[in-house]
């Protein structure tokens, strides 16, 4: 069984149908990425995870549980976090409350514990713990968006477009982290424009059109298949 | 006008001052969090001075302001509730209206269960002692009200800045659904600020009533309005600025009145709200949202 099963997973906004009955699993320890181009429902996917979008119809089970109507506090504290799309930091706390308010479902030695493995990730958010969130650069801030909801001590992290608006060399930065804290044993489900990245870096990869999968696969395999090639990281044919 | 006269208006504006900061803080304390204006919060204020009435008809002093202060807090945490938070997801303006109509429901509720006529503000010796300090005299609550006011500003301050629920407050202010990510019980923290907001207007009710001698179901309407003001007049969501503003108004208010120019002490607030608006719309403190994209 998988850690994170999605059935069927339809959502409206109004009159319209953002996702059209999606299914995929998510293994343990696995980087899954979902792919698409904009208003593929790649957010509204992992939004109505987080239960901040509600659902039209099915089911998402997670460890095991089925977690749609649950309050999103509810489902942080079972170990399921995003990181939202455009870091969303908040720019009046400094670093450091910005990481504690991460921990905020923990207790003070989880804490502690958590704090010291994302000053250990990230040093740079050690050196910058008393400035203002909003006063970081896009890069810090998408790295203590990272750390932030690594202080919730998760067994899946869900990434919202880490690479959007980053320069190439802070992309590769945050995508060895991705690969780093997979290796510690947190499974990593991740949406990205930047599919070439992603695909090279995830197990395995969905593809979604309109909302809608549309292909599957293994990332390295969908890297190679000559469609996808062609419509998201164009190449020619 | 002698020296001493004037220094005895600025010890009264001072006070008044202090009882239009603590309600100036709640205005400003909910507008940060929900981007409400809170419109009965005048009128929680109101109703403030008629628990106190009744509280103090069946107990000694000391239990009747802690019944007062619960009954008030309560009353606070049960409006947001019944009349706020159903339209947590509705646009900004149908919440406005909703607290408008509190506004009137309490006035009239009021009018109906005590009648219109203004009751007597019961006197606590306590309270209305005169002091003589120089050629200065004083009732005790107008000491009392400006030192009362910093202390307990002081410790808000410290429960915003440095606890954890201070820091949810802080976190939501700015951005609810990513709170929501970080596990923060959203309805908690707005409690927790309705709570704040409206026992910092009883312990405010007790320190102006007690100069006022009586409360009408209208009593809150004028205060409220002059306190949202200084709310403005500070830079609403700012709760340093709330203060300042409540002493400004407070002070500047009854030196007029002391001038000969009573007739105007209400028209300078309003004034002072357009001239603000106009001028500097985000208050003295009021910061500017600069969004880093």
């Known amino acids: 069984m998988s850690l994170l099963e999605i059935r069927d997973l339809k959502v409206c906004y109004g009159g319209i149908v953002a996702l059209n009955g999606i299914s995929f699993d998510v293994n343990e320890s696995e980087i899954v990425t979902l792919i698409g181009a904009n208003g593929a429902g790649k957010s509204t996917t992992l939004r109505s995870i987080m239960g901040l979008v509600p659902l039209t119809s099915g089911t998402i089970f997670y460890d095991g549980v089925k977690i749609n109507g649950m309050e999103t506090r509810k489902i942080v504290e079972m170990g399921l976090v995003l990181v939202p799309e455009g870091r969303r930091v908040f720019p009046n706390l400094t670093t450091l409350e910005n990481l504690k308010i991460g921990g905020y479902l923990q207790d003070s030695k989880n804490e502690q514990k958590a704090l010291e493995h994302v000053y250990e990730l990230f040093p740079r958010l050690q050196e910058r713990h008393w400035q203002l969130a909003g006063t970081l650069s896009g890069g810090d801030q998408q790295m203590l968006a990272v750390g932030r909801a690594l202080m919730a001590n998760p067994k899946v992290i869900m990434m919202d477009e880490p690479s959007l608006g980053l320069a190439p060399l802070v992309v590769k930065d945050i995508f060895s982290i991705i690969r780093k804290i997979n290796e510690e044993g947190v499974t990593v489900l991740l949406i990205e424009q930047n599919a070439n990245v992603a695909l090279k870096t995830a197990h395995q990869g969905y593809v979604m059109e309109t909302g809608n999968i549309t292909n599957h696969g293994p990332g390295r395999e969908l890297l190679e298949n000559v469609d996808i090639r062609s419509a998201y990281l164009g190449k020619s044919k | ?293």
Not at chain 2, 127 to 138: D, N, R, T, V, W
Not at chain 2, 190 to 208: D, E, K, M, N, P
Request: aromatic letters at 12%.
């Open chain 2, 1 to 293: 006008m002698s020296m001493t006269t004037i220094l005895q208006h600025c010890l009264t504006g001072i006070s008044l001052g202090g009882a239009y900061a603590l309600i100036a803080i709640g205005y400003t304390l909910v507008y940060g969090i929900l981007r409400l204006i809170n419109f009965a919060h005048g009128d929680i204020f109101m109703m403030a001075g008629y628990f106190m009435i009744f509280a103090l008809a069946s107990f000694p002093w000391p239990v009747a302001i802690i019944i007062t202060l619960v009954v008030t807090t309560v009353m606070g945490i049960g409006i947001e509730r019944f009349a706020y938070k159903p339209l947590r997801n509705a646009p900004r303006m149908s919440i406005m209206i909703s607290a408008i109509g509190v506004s009137y429901l309490l006035q009239n509720l009021s009018t109906y269960l005590f009648t219109a006529i203004p009751r007597g503000y019961p006197e606590l010796p306590y309270l209305k002692k005169i002091y003589q300090i120089g050629e200065l005299s004083a009732s005790f609550v107008t000491i009392l009200t400006p030192i009362l006011t910093i202390v307990l500003v002081f410790v808000l301050m410290i429960l915003v800045n440095k606890t954890k629920t201070g820091m949810a407050m802080r976190a939501t202010s700015k951005d609810f659904e990513t709170a929501k990510l970080m596990g923060i019980n959203i309805n908690r923290v707005v409690s927790v600020t309705f709570a704040i907001g409206s026992l910092l207007a009883g312990i405010g009710s007790i320190l102006y009533f007690t100069d006022r001698m009586s409360v009408t179901p209208f009593s809150g309407t004028l205060p409220g309005l002059k306190c949202f003001v200084a709310a403005v007049f500070g830079g609403i969501g700012n709760i340093p600025g709330a203060v300042v503003g409540g002493f400004f108004i407070g002070i500047v208010e009854t030196l007029l009145v002391a001038l000969g120019y009573s007739t105007f002490s209400d028209a300078f607030t309003f004034l002072l709200l357009i001239i603000m608006l106009l001028v500097k719309p985000t208050g003295l403190f009021g910061e500017k949202n600069v969004e880093k994209v």
